[in-house]
């Protein structure tokens, strides 16, 4: 009888509040009745009318518990209604959602918002912040919700590959810069986009959502299901991992997020993570009337500037302790405390909810925010939380009325957790399977298979596992190309970019015919790498780690690995066959183990494609490359190539310098066949392959770019790599800087600025070679890139050829490194960065530079050379937070750093604008520090630029009252700390100035000295 009582109250309710608003042509609902000074609600915004929906879906399931079945059908009708209407209106941006998959540009975007009555569009492309990832996300999220509990919302072929569509729409969320939940970009809100953790949050629950998801129910036609890739979200994941417990690069933490650590996305499985995250959001951002959304959110506060959309830089400090307060973000932690069973915490929360509602016309309204009156503002700035606010003038906010009702027909018991949550996001999320990788070894053909088993290798060929194909991983590629392709809609499938592991650790069924799909570390055949049998092992072994660690199905994943001719002919094949051998013994991983084709596939995650029009027989699982079969003989060739060709490749080095001669002689098109026409570029070819076999890699190298080849999908690293806000650098005189704006460079605009910055081919290929290693450890070992924003690859190059272990003292002896030997290179340098020094200055520049005690490991740093000291910490810097926070302090004891040696420099730092426009942890001023250090030049000199910057903040510390008048001038106070420093000591005659004299004394001395330079400019009166 109670529950009847509530039920029908909250009928009322919700039929008076929301479903009256519903219009009833489109379905769709307004985001308020009002309109005020800062905008008209009116329109249906997506996300808005999606979660308003949510508690007439609720209080449906609700009525069926109670077994209503006639209002539960009236209530799951309106539900069906309205997500239709937002489906109409995006399809008819179907064009839109086409171009946007290709150009990833927010002025091809979905629309945020819509007509209330018509769907239609209502501001123009550029007139709105329209790219808002989480806003299509929550719808696809809430559709397979509700799918889930019976509605039937999708209803023809079309609609089904239009939703197909907007899963790749959703699929790079991990490196999409968009506007944000609050519309704005950055928040200064300037139109600037940006990757918002919410946003990546919210399509990672869509993706895995709908991931095999049947749109027309659990047992209707296969046409009807949907696929995502799982490596989109398995790095949206690592995206959140990386930027949690921040939003964005301007906002160090954003209520929105509670939306992805718990309800409705449960996107964190990490549930340390995850409390890091809401314990900050309510130490930073909890008020009494609610949550602010983000630091300094000026938004209808009182001494807002109505009449323009941005802030001045200098403008925003002047919102601290006054943002408005949200309640709506009460509703999400009523709701989150609910599913963990905290019932104290939600009863809390239920409690403030209720306190700030407004009655009017005897129903209780929760208002968008709470605001302070003018009158207030200075009061609430000296003494935070003391202030009265009042309710704004958007009355209810629907969105957070939905979530309150929700919440409080899960607080009485009208419905349960699984209700909300029936594809148990909230299990899968978190939940930790203990992976199973089934390993299928492949051999080329017969004669393969049995060099293989004379090492111990099981293998089958292709012929062995009819009739289960096999497919290389551009195969697949080309096969998703269809997925979702609608001629009627004018939508192509998925856009040509290629698969990671996971993708190809699943098996598929395409057209009833049943496939296994190579590991798509074999997508590029005849790439120099891959003849490399120790880079193969180790990479193999990497990416088996990778599919263990993301892997979410609960069946086996396949990792197939063909081993071809080309790679036996290597000459540390031996190499792989033992890592092979071993994985299949399981000796060196339990969950790794042999597997035949047939058995892999059985206890596999089939994946079943209908595409009429694709016809992977006609396609040549062997022809990866435009590079042509090694033939030529020394009989066709004029001498004297002809008396050298066969022992050119006894001595790399004198290959190398052989073939740069003849290349002086003939060029590329020169003509070096005896009886018929042979361009030099045939050689070079031939060269290319012979020498990769022969492991001759200097040669390679050469030959590698002298054939203008290139590494396939190179942008794919490049774009993981700005994904994870690190800035990359190439060139020396004129710098390019690829940052989040080069995330969706293609692929021959990246070659040709690697070719401009770039001043020989063999540097070309190395730094080629850099970025993808970058990439793959930055998939695979992201914790080496903490505090690094930015990384220039020149300087990386020239760290290698400075190693004391391998003596690579020029680029062509570095080259000659195998690619494992390169690879183990770069990923030793990154480790020794990301290892703390405790030599007076560590390698992370830190706030305790200069304060190291360790008597042990000082007298080690008796005989070390502190100038290459000071190269080495220079070609590489990162900023650990304590370090920046200092920083940041540091600014209110001077108007103006200068990263420089003149005051004029363009490199300086306005430093009351910095406090009034940037916070201590925002991400932004992390990154202009990076850049304003990163163009001091040369490297020692910026380490030492960066020790100055550490004693000037020591000395303010110190000193807490002193202030600067005049611009702090770092390198004009190194060069005084150098001359005083020779005035002291005496001129050395091995030092060519008085500065290198400085350079060459230990971190402590060098600050010893800044700090009476700046104890003789603080007392000067300056």
């Known amino acids: 009888m109670k529950n009847t009582e509530l039920l029908n109250n909250l009928y009322q309710d919700i039929n008076s509040i929301i479903l009256t608003r519903q219009h009833p042509v489109t379905g769709l609902l307004p985001a308020s009745t009002a309109i005020t000074t800062h905008g008209n609600y009116t329109d249906a915004w997506v996300r808005d009318n999606v979660y308003s929906i949510m508690s007439v879906w609720s209080l449906g399931i609700a009525y069926r518990r109670h077994g209503e079945s006639e209002r539960s059908d009236e209530l799951n009708q309106a539900t069906i209604k309205l997500m239709r209407g937002l489906l109409q209106s995006m399809m008819r941006q179907a064009s839109k959602v086409e171009t946007f998959k290709h150009t990833l540009d927010p002025k091809d975007a979905l629309h945020a918002k819509y007509d209330t009555s018509t769907g239609l569009t209502v501001v123009a492309d550029d007139a709105w912040g329209h790219l808002q990832v989480d806003a299509t996300s929550i719808f696809l999220l809430m559709l397979a919700q509700m799918s889930a509990t019976g509605l039937r919302i999708i209803n023809t072929y079309d609609e089904v590959d239009f939703i197909q569509n907007l899963i790749y729409y959703i699929a790079f969320a991990y490196r999409i810069p968009d506007f944000g939940i609050w519309e704005r970009g950055n928040k200064i809100n300037n139109g600037k986009t940006e990757i918002n953790a919410s946003s990546v949050g919210m399509a990672k629950a869509a993706l895995q959502a709908l991931d095999g998801f049947n749109l027309f129910g659990a047992n209707a036609s296969q046409r009807a299901v949907v696929h995502t890739v799982p490596d989109g979200i398995s790095r949206a994941r690592n995206t959140l991992a990386r930027l949690l417990p921040r939003e964005s690069l301007s906002k160090e933490v954003d209520s929105a997020l509670l939306s992805i650590i718990g309800f409705p996305a449960f996107a964190v499985g990490d549930k340390a993570l995850a409390q890091k995250t809401r314990d900050k959001i309510l130490s930073e951002l909890g008020g009494n009337y609610g949550c602010k959304r983000f630091l300094w959110d000026g938004h209808q506060t009182a001494i807002e500037d109505h009449s323009r959309i941005h802030y001045e830089h200098n403008e925003l400090t002047n919102f601290a302790e006054i943002e408005s307060e949200w309640p709506l973000f009460y509703t999400y932690l009523y709701i989150q405390a609910l599913f963990d069973q905290d019932h104290t915490a939600a009863n809390q929360y239920r409690k403030r909810i209720e306190s700030l509602m407004v009655e009017v016309d005897g129903k209780k309204l929760i208002p968008e925010l709470y605001y302070l009156q003018p009158e207030h503002v200075e009061a609430e700035k000296n003494t935070p939380r003391s202030q009265t606010r009042v309710p704004n003038e958007n009355l209810p906010l629907v969105w957070a009325q939905s979530l309150y009702y929700v919440g409080l027909m899960l607080d009485e018991g009208l419905i349960l957790e699984k209700d909300l949550d029936p594809l148990k996001l909230r299990i899968r999320s978190s939940r930790s399977n203990e992976t199973q990788i089934a390993l299928v070894v492949l051999a080329e053909n017969e004669s393969i298979k049995q060099i293989m088993a004379s090492h111990g290798v099981i293998a089958e060929t292709p012929k062995d596992i009819l009739p289960i194909k096999v497919m290389t991983s551009q195969q697949l590629v080309d096969s998703y190309q269809q997925l979702g392709a609608n001629a009627a809609l004018n939508l192509t499938g998925r856009p040509k970019r290629r698969f990671q592991s996971l993708a190809t650790a699943q098996t598929y069924d395409i057209n009833q015919k049943s496939y296994l799909c190579l590991s798509s570390l074999q997508q590029d055949k005849y790439n120099y790498r891959f003849f490399d049998g120790e880079l193969e092992s180790e990479i193999l072994q990497s990416e088996i780690a990778h599919i263990k660690k993301h892997w979410i199905n609960k069946q086996v994943a396949v990792v197939t690995y063909m081993v071809t001719e080309s790679m036996c002919n290597s000459t540390n094949i031996n190499a792989l066959f033992s890592t092979l051998k071993k994985l299949q013994l399981k000796s060196q991983q339990l969950n790794v183990g042999y597997a035949s084709a047939a058995l892999a596939r059985r206890a596999s995650r089939v994946n079943k ?18 590079i042509e079969q090694a033939s030529l003989t020394a009989e066709q060739l004029i001498e004297p190539i002809s008396q050298a060709f066969d022992s050119l490749f006894d001595n790399d080095a004198l290959a190398y310098q052989q073939l740069n001669q003849w290349f002086e002689q003939f060029g590329l098109e020169g003509n070096i066949g005896a009886q018929q026409q042979i361009p030099f570029t045939r050689l070079i070819n031939d060269c290319y392959q012979i020498a990769a076999a022969k492991q001759c890699w200097l040669t390679t190298r050469w030959c590698f770019s002298m054939l203008n080849l290139s590494n396939n ?11 994870r806000d690190l800035s990359i650098l190439i060139g020396t005189d004129n710098q390019t800087v690829l940052s989040g704006e080069s995330s969706n460079l293609q692929q021959e605009e990246l070659i040709h600025t690697i070719d401009i910055a770039t001043r020989s081919p063999i540097e070309r290929t190395l730094m080629q070679e850099i970025l993808v290693i970058l990439g793959y450890i930055m998939r695979t070992q992201i914790q080496l890139f903490n505090g690094i924003r930015s990384i220039h690859l020149n300087n990386l190059l020239a760290l290698c050829t400075d190693n004391e272990i391998k003596q690579c003292t020029t680029i062509d002896t570095l080259a000659q490194l195998s690619p494992f ?48 000291w000071r190269s080495e910490r220079g070609l590489i810097t ?3 937070d304590n370090f920046l926070t200092a920083i940041w302090q540091s600014l209110a004891h001077s108007p103006k750093l200068v990263f420089a040696d003149h005051e004029n420099s363009r490199n300086s730092l306005d430093c009351r604008q910095v406090q ?23 490297v020692y000199y910026k380490a030492a630029l960066v020790e100055v910057l550490a004693a000037y903040i020591g000395f303010c510390e110190h000193n807490k009252t002193v202030q600067f008048n005049t611009p702090i001038v ?53």
């Open 609 to 626: 494609l209908s595409l009429p029009q694709l016809d992977l027989n006609q396609m040549n699982i062997g022809k990866q490359s435009d």
């Open 713 to 723: 999908d190179l942008t794919d690293d490049l774009s993981l790599l700005c994904a």
């Open 821 to 868: 030997e390169f690879m183990r290179h770069i990923h030793s340098i990154l480790e020794s960065q990301h290892q703390a020094y405790d030599f007076d200055v560590t390698a992370s520049f830190s706030q305790q530079d200069g304060t190291q005690t360790n008597t042990t490991r000082q007298s080690r740093a008796m005989d070390t050379d502190w100038l290459s």
């Open 878 to 880: 990162r900023f650990d």
């Open 916 to 938: 009034s426009s940037m916070t201590s942890g925002e991400e932004n001023f992390a990154r202009l520090i990076d850049t304003l250090i990163q163009s001091a030049h040369p």
């Open 970 to 1022: 770092l390198g004009d106070i190194l060069a005084q700390a150098a001359d005083q420093h020779t005035l002291d000591q005496g001129e050395d005659a091995n030092a060519q100035s008085n500065l290198e004299q400085l350079l060459q004394q230990s971190p402590k001395t060098l600050q010893d000295y800044i700090s009476i330079i700046l104890s003789r400019i603080a007392n000067s009166g300056l």
